[in-house]
C-alpha cells in the first residue's frame, strides 16, 4: 500500500467521520466546530486528487469566510439556540429523526448502486484522456494552466460569478440591515 | 493510484450525511451546514474528474466556482436567518411556515 | 191585566201586589243606605205595617170567596206562553195574612235587637228581602213564579243565617243550608218540569184548582194518561218525588232536616220568623198548593216520613243544651205534623197547625231572643266565657223577666197543646184524624197515630225540661260565679209589645170561641176537605182527654226531675242518649256517606281530566312530536347524512392534500428527495 | 251604508288609527279602542230595536227573511270547465244571531274596560283585540260559508298572539294548545267546506255557491255530489253526510266546548291575561253554538236529529263533568273555567232537544253566560291584579276586606248558580224543559236527561258556595298578610262601571226574558219546523 493511498483513506475517513458527527452531534457549537474538520479533511482529500489549488480556495473561503460567517450568525441569534441545545440534551436515540435516516441511508444505497454500476474508472472519455496524455500527473503544476482558462476559456462564466457574487453582496447586505431603517 | 470509484463513494458518503442533516435538524444553521456539506461532495467529485482533463481544467474551474457560489449562498442564507430570527425569535424551520400577512 | 174573573174588585189585587211590593221597595231603600243607619228598621218595619193592613183587607175580601185569579203575558217561548199572575184564594190570603201579621212583631223586635250591629241597615235589607219573597211565593199562580219565589226564600234565608259572615259556623251553615235547599229545588224543578211537559202550562190554577187538569189525570196500565197526552206512570212518581224532595228540604223533614239546627246560628229574631215560623212552613204550602197530585199511596208514605221525623226530632230535641238547638228541633218536630197530616189527609188541620206553630213558635223564639240578649248581657259585663245559649247556665230567670216568662208559659202551653191555648186546638185535630185515618187500615199503619201520640208526650217533656231548666230552680251561673253583677230584665217596649201581642195569637180566642174542639175553628172551617167526617167518633172524646191528663203527668215530671231533684234523668253514657245527643249521628253519615264522596267523585274527575282525557292529547302530542323526530332524524342522518359524506369526503381528500402544504421547509425538501429517490428506485428496477 | 258590515269594520277603522298612532301616544290606545266598542255597542242596540218580529222575518232557510242584508260578489273566478267559483260577500241576521251580536257587543266594552291592566306593548294588544273583534262580529253576521271560514280563522290568530304574548307563566303551553285544538277541528270544517260548495249550486246563476242558505235546500243539490240527500255517498264506508255532519259537530264542540274536547278551555282561560279570558268566555264559546245551530242543524238537519241522542248525551256528559271537575278545583279561575264547561253543556242539551223551549232555552244560556263568565272573569281579574294570585285557599274574609267586590262577586256567583231573577235560571229551566218535552214532543232525548240536565245545577251550588264560604266569609286571613291587606282595595269606579251593565244585563234578562225570547221565537218556531219537516 502506498503512502498516497494510506493518506486518502486517512483523510476519507477523518472528513466521513467528522462530517457525521456534525450531523448526529446535539450541540450546534460543537458541529460547527467539527466541520472546520470536515472541511480541512476535504481540502486534504482535493490535493490527493491533484487539484492544489482548489484546496487552497476552499481553505481559503470556507474556512477563512464561510465558517466565520456561520459562527457570526450562531452567535448573533444566540439564546435561541442555546434554548435549542439544553432541549436536545440527554436523547440519544430520537424516533422524529428515523424517517430521515432512512431517506439518506436509502439514498446512499441507490447512489453506490450507481456509481458501481457506472465504473468510473473506466468509462470512455476518461480511457481516452489517458490514452492521450490528457491526464493530471502530480508533476503537473495546474494553476497557470488554471489562471489561463478563467481568462480565456471560461471568461463568461467568470464575469456572471463575478455579478453574482456582487448581487449576493448587496443582497445579503440589504437583508441584514434592521428593519427599521427599511 | 487511487480510483475514480474511491472518490466518487467518499462523495456519496458525505452527501447522504448532508441530506440526513438538511431533512432532521431543527436548527437552520446545521441545515445550512448540511447544504454546505452536500455542495463539498459535489465539489469532491468535480475535483476528482477534473483530474482527467489537464488541457481545459473544467472539473477545477467548476470546483472554484461551486465554492464561491456556496460562499455567496451562504451568505445570503445566514442573512436570511438572522432576519427570520429577529420577526420569529425562532430559526427552527419548522416554526417558520407562516407567510407574510 | 186581562183575563179577571169578572165581578172581582180589582183593587183587591192592587192590594196583594202591594203588600209583596212594599217589602221590596223597603228592601232596595235599605240597600241604598249607609249600613249603621238606624233609619232602615223603621222603613222595614212600616212597610210590613202597611202591608199587614192591606193583607188585612185582601183577606177579608176573599176568604171563603171564589179563587181571585188575575194574570198577564210575561213572556213567550216558543209556542208556550208563560203567564205572571196572581192567585189568591182560601190558602194564599191566610199565608198571606199570616206571614205578615208574623214579621211585624219581629220586625219591631228587631229594631231593638240588632240595634248594636254593624250592619243595621243590610239585616233589614235582607229581612224586607226575605218578607217580599215570602209573600210573593204565597200569591204567584205561575210554577215558573213559585219556584223563583221558593229559591228567593231560600236565598234571603241564605244571607240572613250568613249575616254574622265573619263566623265560621255561621257560614258554614248558611252554606248547607242553600245546598239542602238546593236539593229540594232540583226535585221541585224537576217536578215543574215534568208537569209542564205533561200538561203544557205552568197555571197552578189551571192545574191544581177545582176542575183541575191534575186532578182529571189518571194512571192506568203503566202511563199518566191526560187530555193532552201520556207518558210513564214513572215520571208521575218522580214528580211526587221531586215535590217531596223540596217540602223535605225546606220543611226540614228527613232526610234533608239537619240545616235547620245549623241555621240557629243567624241572629235570634231571624230564627224566630223564617226558621220557626214562615219559611219552614212553605213546604206545607207548596204540599197544600200541589196536594192533588199526590196519589193515596204517596200520602201514606208522605205521613210515614212526617211522622218519623216528628218522633226523630222530638227525641233529639230531649237531650239538646242548646235554647235555640231545642227549639230548631222542636220545630222540625211540629212540621213533621202538619206533613204527617198532609198524609193522612188531614189538610185543613194541617194547615190550621201550622198557622198556629207559627205564632206559638215564633213566640218562643223570641222568649228565646230575650234570653239569649240578656245572658250576653251579662258575659260581656262580667267577661266570662261562656255559651250564652247553654240552658245549663241559666235558671230560676221567672223573677228576672217576668214578662217573658209569662210569654214563655203561654208559647210552651201551646207547644204542648194544653187546653185554652191554640196548640191544643190543631194539634187534637191532627191527632184524632190520624186515628180515623188509620181505621181500616192495615195494622202497621197504626203505627203512624200511634207514633204521633207518643211524640206528643216526649215533647211535653222536652218542653218541660226547657222551662224548668230556663225559668225555675236557681240561677245556675251565680251559683258558679257568686261574684257576677246581674243588670237583667224584660227590656224595652219593643221586646215586650211583641212578647205580648203573640202570646194572645197564641191563645185560643184568635181561631175559635170554642176553646176544645178544633173542628168549630173558622180556618179549619174553612180548609177542610168536603168529605170530612163530623163528631161521631169516639177518638175525639178520649184522644184529648187522655193526651192531656197524661201531659200533666209527664210535666210533673219533668219538674221534679230537673228541679227538685236536680239530677240528669238518663244515663249520660247510654246508648239511646249518644244517639239522641249527637242528633242521630246523620250529621256525620251525611258528611262521611255523601260529601265526601261527591269531593271525591271531583277530585277523581279532575284526576281523570289532567292525565286520561288530557293525557291522551298530550300522548298524541308526543307520538306526533315522536314522528316528526322520527322524520328529522332521518333527514338528518339519511338524506343530510349523504350529502355530509359526501362533503366529509371532499374535506378529507384536500386534508390530506393539505398536509403536504404545511409551510414546513424540511418537509418539502423531504418529500421531494422521497420522491426522486422513488424515481431512481423505479429507474433501476424497471 | 249597510249597518252590519258598518258594525264588522268599526273595529278596523279604528286599528288603522292606532297604527298610525306614534308608540308615544300609547296612553290613548285603550280610549280609541273603547270608542270603537261603544260605537259598535250602539250600532248593535239600535239593530237590535229595529229587528223586526213576526213569521215573516223568521230567516233560517229563506234568504229574503234575513234582515240588515248586504250581498256583494266578492270573489268570482271563471274557471272554464271547471265552472264558475263564486263567492259572495253575504251578510245577514236572523233571531239568532241578533241577540248573540248585543251580547258580543257589550262584552266586548267589558274586555276593553278589562285591558286597563294591560301594560306592555299596548300597540300590538289592542290592534288584534279590534282585528278579533271584527272577527267575532263578521261570524255572527256571515251568511257565506266561505266568509264565514274566513272570519272564524281570524279569530284564531289574534287569540294566540293575546294569550302567548300576554299570558301567565304557562302562556305558550296554553296558546299552543288551544291553537292546535281549534285548528285541528277546522282543518276538516275546511274539507267538508269545499264538499259542500262543490255539490250545491245555486238555482239563480247554475254555479257552485258557498251561500249558507243555499245548502239549507235538498234542492240545490247536484244529482250525486257527495253531500247530496239522495245519493247517498259513503266516505270510508260511512254516510258521507253522517261524516259531514260529524267533521262540522266536532269543529264547533271543540269551541264549545264538550267534554271530552274540553282540555283547552282550563288551560287558555287560566293562562290568558283577564280581556282575553272575558272575550273567550263570553264570546268565544258562543260561537261554537251558534255554529251548531246554523251549520250542523241547518246543513244537515236529519243528521241532527238522528244524532240527537248523543248530542244530548255529550251535553248531559259535559254538564256533570265539567261540575263535578270544578268541585275539585283551588284556582278560582281554572274553577269557573270548568263551570263554563258544565253551563256550556246545558246549550247542547237545548239544542240536541230541537223543542222550541230547548233551543230558545239554549241560545238564552249562551246570552246569559256570555255576560256572567265574563262577569265571572272579570272578577277574578280584579283579585289577581291586587295581588297576583288566585288560589281559593290563601284567601279568607273578603266580606269584610272589600265588601262591595263581595256584592258583586255574590251577584255573579248566585246569577251563575241559577237563583231566579237572574238569566242563567230561565235559560236552564227551559233548556231543561225544552229536554224533558223532547220525549213526548219529537222522541229525540230520553227522559232521563233532564234529570241528569238538573244535577248539574246542585252541583253548581254546592262549587260556588263553597268557594264563597272559603274565599269570602269568615275573619280575615290572607296569605300575603299585611301586604295583601293594603293591595286589596275594594272595586274602583272602572271596574264598577265594567260590572254594573254586566250584572244589569243579567238581571234584566232574567226579570224580562222576552227581551231575548221576543226577538228569537220566530227564528226558533222557524228552524224546529224546518228540523221537523226532514
Known sequence: MSLVRLLFYVMSFIAIGSALYAALSKNLVRSIFIFFVTLFALAGLYVIALADFVAVTQVVIYVGGILVLILFAFMLSGRETLNVIQQQKGKFVNMAKVPAVILAVLFLAVIVNIILKVDADNLPWVKQAIAQKNEITPANSTIENIGINLMTTYLLPFEAISVLLLMALVGAAHLSRKEGSA | MISLTDFLLVGALLFCTGVYMIVSKRNSIQVLIGIELMLNAAILNLVAFGKYDKLNNGGQVFALFAIVLAAATTAVALAIILNVYRRYKTIDPDEIKNLRD | MNNAIPYTDPSIFCYAILAVALPLFAALINFCLPVKSKAAGWISTLAILVGCVLSAMVFAAVWNQQPQHVQTLWFTIGTTKVFAGILLNNLSAMMLLLVSLIALPVHIYSTAYMKCDDRYSRYFTYLSFFCFSMLGLVIVDSLVLFYAFWELVGFSSYLLIGFWFTRDKAVQANKKAFIMNRIGDIGLLSAIIIIFAKFHTFDIATLFINDNLVFKSVIHDGLWISASGQIPAVWQYVACI????????????????????????????????????????????????????????????????????????????????????????????????????????????????????????????????????????????????????????????????????????????????????????????????????????????????????????????????????????????????????????????????????????????????????????????????????????????????????????????????????????????????????????????????????????????????????????????????????????????????????????????????????????????????????????????? | MNLLTLLIFIPVLFALVIVLLPSSQRGSFKYITLLATLLQLGISIYIYLNFKTGAASAGINHEDQFQFVQKLPWIGLNLGSMGKLQIDYFVGIDGISVTLLVMSALVMVVATLASWEIKSNLKGFFLLFLLLDMAVMGVFCALDFFLFYLFYELMLLPLYFLIGMWGGVRREYAAIKFFLYTLFGSVFMLLVMVGLYLSVNDPATGSHTFNIIQMMNPANYTQGSVFSAAAHQTILGMPARTVGFVVLFIAFAIKVPIVPLHTWLPDAHVEAPTPVSIILAGVLLKIGGYGIIRICLGIFPEIASSGAFWLGLIGVVSILYGACNALAQRDLKRLIAYSSVSHMGFVLLGIASQTAEGVSGAVMQMVSHGFLSSMLFFLVGVVYNRVHDRDIYHFRGLGTQMPQYTAFVMVAFFASLGLPGFSAFVAEAFTLAGTFKSPTVNGLLPYWMAICGSVGILLGAAYFLWTLQRMFFGKVSLKGGEVWKIALTDVSIREKLALIPMAAAALALGLMPSLVFGKINDSVLALIQFLQAK
Open chain 3, 242 to 686: 221531586g215535590v217531596f224532595m223540596a217540602v223535605a228540604a225546606k220543611s226540614a223533614q228527613f232526610p234533608l232536616h239537619t240545616w235547620l239546627p245549623d241555621a240557629m246560628e243567624g241572629p235570634t229574631s231571624v230564627s224566630a220568623l223564617i226558621h220557626a215560623a214562615t219559611m219552614v212552613a212553605a213546604g206545607v204550602f207548596l204540599l197544600g198548593r200541589v196536594y192533588p197530585l199526590f196519589t193515596d199511596s204517596e200520602l201514606t208514605v208522605l205521613a210515614i216520613i212526617g211522622c218519623f221525623t216528628a218522633f226523630m226530632a222530638a227525641t233529639i230535641a230531649l237531650t239538646q243544651n242548646d235554647l235555640k238547638r231545642v227549639l230548631a228541633y222542636s220545630t222540625i218536630s211540629q212540621l213533621g205534623y202538619m206533613i204527617l197530616a198532609m198524609g193522612v189527609g188531614a189538610y185543613g188541620s194541617s194547615l190550621f197547625h201550622l198557622a198556629t206553630h207559627a205564632f206559638f213558635k215564633c213566640l218562643l223564639f223570641l222568649v228565646a231572643g230575650v234570653v239569649i240578649h240578656e245572658m250576653q248581657h251579662i258575659k260581656e259585663e262580667n267577661n266570662l266565657d261562656i255559651d250564652p245559649q247553654n240552658i245549663h247556665y241559666m235558671g230560676g230567670l221567672r223573677k228576672k223577666l217576668p214578662v217573658t216568662f209569662i210569654a214563655a208559659v203561654v208559647g210552651s202551653l201551646a207547644l204542648i197543646g194544653i187546653p185554652l191555648t191554640s196548640g191544643y186546638l190543631s194539634k187534637d185535630g191532627i191527632l184524632i184524624q190520624a186515628f180515623e185515618w188509620s181505621e181500616g187500615r192495615s195494622a202497621w199503619l197504626k203505627l203512624i197515630p200511634a207514633g204521633a201520640l207518643f211524640t206528643s208526650w216526649l215533647t211535653v217533656f222536652y218542653v218541660s225540661r226547657l222551662m224548668v231548666k230556663v225559668f225555675f230552680g236557681e240561677f245556675r251561673l251565680l251559683k258558679k260565679h257568686p261574684e257576677i253583677k246581674l243588670h237583667i230584665s224584660d227590656g224595652g217596649w219593643q221586646y215586650r209589645v211583641p212578647l205580648i201581642l203573640l202570646a194572645i195569637c197564641s191563645l185560643f180566642p184568635l181561631f175559635s170561641l170554642n176553646p176544645f174542639f178544633y173542628e168549630k175553628a173558622w180556618l179549619f172551617e174553612s180548609l177542610k176537605p168536603a168529605e170530612f167526617m163530623a163528631r161521631e167518633n169516639i177518638y175525639h172524646t178520649i184522644i184529648p182527654i187522655g193526651v192531656n191528663i197524661l201531659s200533666v203527668f209527664v210535666m210533673y215530671a219533668a219538674y221534679a226531675i230537673y228541679v227538685k231533684r236536680n239530677t240528669f234523668s238518663f244515663p249520660q253514657t247510654g246508648f239511646l242518649y249518644r244517639l239522641s245527643y249527637n242528633q242521630w249521628y246523620l250529621d256525620k253519615i251525611y258528611r262521611k256517606a255523601i260529601v265526601k264522596p261527591i269531593l271525591g267523585l271531583g277530585k277523581t274527575c279532575f284526576w281523570f281530566d289532567r292525565n286520561v282525557i288530557d293525557g291522551l292529547i298530550h300522548l298524541i302530542e308526543r307520538s306526533s312530536r315522536m314522528v316528526a323526530a322520527l322524520t328529522a332524524w332521518s333527514d338528518k342522518h339519511i338524506v343530510d347524512g349523504f350529502l355530509h359524506l359526501m362533503a366529509a369526503l371532499v374535506q378529507s381528500i384536500g386534508n390530506f392534500a393539505r398536509k403536504f402544504q404545511n409551510g414546513k421547509v424540511q418537509y418539502y425538501l423531504y418529500s421531494m428527495l422521497l420522491i426522486v429517490l422513488i424515481l431512481f428506485v423505479l429507474k433501476i428496477l424497471i
